[in-house]
C-alpha cells in the first residue's frame, strides 16, 4: 500500500458506508459503478436521533428507505378498544443494509402498513418515487435496473406471503 | 432522545428553514429586476428542461445537453427578432403618424356621442377639445421618453440576467432544491419532496401550455386579420394573444385598440362586425378547444378563485401580478391541500 495514493482516495468513513449500502442493496446490484454513482447523487441522505419516528403507521408513503448506519424498529400500532390508546407492538428490528417502505415505490397513495421508529442515531439512504421518476427519464437504462430489481424484491415479499398464508389454512384445516 | 428534545430539534430546523426561505422571498422581491428575471428565468427552464433532459436520456452529459438546446433557441430567438423587428417598427412607425389624424377621429366621436347623450339627457355635458386629447397624448409621449432611460436600464438588467438564470437553473437547479430539501425537518421531509415534485410538474406543465396557446392565438388572430386586410396586423395579433395570458380583463382590453383604429379611419358597419367575429372567434376557439385541452388539465380552479386570484395579483403587481396569479393560487391550493392532508395523517397517527 502507497501511504501517498491511500490519502488522494481517502474516502470519508460516512461517504463510504452509503455507497456500499447503495452497492449491497437487491434494488440496486445490477448497476454498474456508473450507474451507482447516478443512484447515488439522486438519493437522499437522513440523520434521525434515537426514538425519532422516520413515518407513522397510516401515513401516504413516498418510498423505502435504506439503512446505511444505525437500528430501525418496525412496530405495529393498535388502537385498543377498551382504552382507546394506540398500543405499539415490534414487527422486525432492522440493521446495516436492510431496506424498508418498498412498497410505497409502486403504490399510488399507499399507506404506510407500519410505524418506522430510529432505535439509535441512524443514517437512512431515502429512495423516493419522485427519484425513480427521474432516474427512469434522464436514464431509462438505470431506470429499467431498478425496475427489475424492485420486482425481485416484490416477487420475493409475495412468496414469503403466500407461504405465510399455505401455514395458516394448514394449521387452521388440523 | 427523548421526545420532546427530538421536537425542539424539529421545530429549530423547521425555523431555520422558513427563515432562509423567507430569506429569498425578501431578496428577490428587494433587488430591482430579480423578480422579473426570475419569472423569465423559470420560464425558459421550464421550456427547455425536456429538450435537455431528453440529449441527457441519449447520453450527453448535462453541461453538454444544457448547452446545445440554449444555443439554440438563443440564436432562434435573435432570428426571430431580426426579422420581426423590421416588421414591427415599420408598424409602430406609421402607428405613430397616425396619432394627430387619431386625435381628431376620437374628438368627432367624442363630439358624436356627445350630441347622442344630450339629445337623451340635455344636462349632461363631456368636455372634450382637441386640446385636450393632444395635452393627453403629448403627456404619455413625454411620460414614455422621460422614462425611457430606467425602462431601457432595467430592460437590460433583465435580458441579461434572465438567460444567466436559465443557465444556472438548466445545470444546477436540482442540485439547489437538493440542498433546500436538506434543510427540511424528517417529519415534513417526505411531503416536501412530494410537493416539490409536484410543484415542478404543475409550473412545466402551465407554462409550456400557456406559451403554445399564445403562439396558436398569434397566427389565429394574425390569420383574422390579414384575411380582412385590417392594418397593423401583427402588432394587433401579438398584443392579443399576450393580453390573452390576463384571464378575462387581457382579451378586452387587447381589442379596445383594434376597435378604436376601425373608428378612427371611420369604419362601417362591416369592418366593426368582421373584428368582433375575429375577437369572438379567437375566444371561443381558445375557450373550446385549447384551454381544455392544453391549460384546463393542469390547472383545476374554481372561476371565483381564478378572478380574486386576479384582483390580488393587480393589486400586488400590476400586469405582471395577473399573469402569475393563476400559477401561484394554483401552487398554494396544491401546498394547502398537502398541508392539510399531512396534518390530518399526524393526528390521526397519534391518536
Known amino acids: ?174 | 432522545m427523548s421526545n420532546q428534545r427530538i421536537r425542539i430539534l424539529q421545530r429549530r430546523q423547521l425555523l431555520f428553514l422558513l427563515v432562509s426561505i423567507a430569506i429569498l422571498i425578501f431578496v428577490v422581491l428587494s433587488v430591482p429586476n430579480l423578480f422579473l428575471s426570475m419569472v423569465f428565468g423559470l420560464t425558459g427552464y421550464y421550456l427547455l428542461a425536456p429538450a435537455a433532459d431528453y440529449l441527457e436520456r441519449r447520453g450527453l452529459n448535462r453541461a453538454i445537453a444544457t448547452l446545445i438546446p440554449f444555443t439554440l433557441v438563443a440564436f432562434l430567438i435573435i432570428f426571430g427578432l431580426v426579422v420581426l423587428i423590421p416588421k414591427l417598427t415599420t408598424q409602430i412607425a406609421a402607428f405613430q403618424k397616425q396619432l394627430p389624424e387619431m386625435s381628431l377621429a376620437i374628438e368627432g366621436l367624442f363630439h358624436k356621442f356627445q350630441a347622442k347623450l344630450q339629445s337623451i339627457a340635455p344636462a349632461a355635458v363631456l368636455d372634450v377639445s382637441t386640446d385636450h386629447i393632444k395635452n393627453l397624448l403629448s403627456g404619455w409621449g413625454q411620460g414614455i421618453f422621460e422614462k425611457l432611460p430606467e425602462h431601457l436600464s432595467n430592460s437590460l438588467t433583465v435580458l441579461f440576467l434572465s438567460p444567466l438564470l436559465v443557465l444556472y437553473f438548466l445545470m444546477d437547479g436540482r442540485k439547489f432544491i437538493r440542498n433546500l430539501l436538506r434543510m427540511v425537518p424528517n417529519s415534513f421531509f417526505e411531503l416536501a419532496l412530494d410537493l416539490q415534485h409536484q410543484l415542478g410538474f404543475q409550473f412545466g406543465g402551465f407554462i409550456r401550455a400557456r406559451l403554445l396557446e399564445t403562439v396558436i392565438l398569434t397566427i389565429a388572430l394574425w390569420i383574422g386579420f390579414f384575411a380582412i386586410d385590417f392594418p397593423y396586423a401583427l402588432l394587433l395579433a401579438i398584443l392579443g394573444a399576450v393580453l390573452n395570458l390576463i384571464p378575462y380583463l387581457g382579451p378586452l382590453i387587447s381589442a379596445v385598440p383594434a376597435f378604436i383604429l376601425a373608428l378612427v379611419q371611420g369604419g362601417d358597419s362591416t369592418v366593426l362586425l368582421q373584428l368582433t367575429f375575429i375577437y369572438v372567434g379567437s375566444q371561443v376557439f381558445d375557450a373550446v378547444v385549447l384551454v381544455p385541452f392544453l391549460v384546463g388539465r393542469i390547472v383545476n380552479l374554481h372561476p371565483l378563485i381564478v378572478i380574486l386570484s386576479i384582483m390580488v395579483g393587480a393589486q400586488a403587481m400590476g400586469i405582471l401580478g395577473m399573469v402569475i396569479s393563476i400559477p401561484l393560487a394554483s401552487a398554494i391550493k396544491v401546498i394547502s391541500q398537502a398541508l392539510y392532508t399531512h396534518l390530518t395523517e399526524i393526528r390521526q397517527g397519534s391518536g
Open chain 1, 1 to 174: 500500500m502507497n501511504p501517498i495514493w491511500d490519502n488522494i482516495f481517502k474516502q470519508n468513513p460516512r461517504e463510504k458506508t452509503i455507497d456500499q449500502a447503495i452497492k449491497k442493496n437487491i434494488m440496486f446490484d445490477e448497476l454498474s459503478n456508473a450507474g451507482l454513482k447516478f443512484v447515488r447523487s439522486i438519493v437522499h441522505i437522513r440523520t434521525y436521533a434515537a426514538g425519532e419516528k422516520v413515518f407513522l403507521q397510516g401515513e401516504v408513503g413516498a418510498g423505502m428507505y435504506i439503512i446505511a448506519k444505525g437500528k430501525v424498529d418496525i412496530l405495529s400500532e393498535k388502537l385498543d378498544p377498551a382504552t382507546g390508546e394506540s398500543q405499539s407492538q415490534l414487527v422486525a428490528q432492522l440493521t446495516e443494509n436492510d431496506f424498508f417502505g418498498e412498497i410505497a415505490l409502486v403504490i399510488d397513495d399507499g399507506r404506510r402498513s407500519a410505524t418506522a421508529v430510529a432505535v439509535e442515531e441512524t443514517d437512512l439512504i431515502g429512495f423516493f418515487k419522485s427519484d425513480l421518476y427521474e432516474i427512469i427519464d434522464r436514464s431509462p437504462a438505470i431506470g429499467v435496473k431498478i425496475l427489475w430489481g424492485v420486482t425481485r424484491v416484490l416477487g420475493r415479499r409475495l412468496t414469503e406471503t403466500t407461504a405465510i398464508i399455505q401455514k395458516i389454512h394448514k394449521e387452521n384445516a388440523r
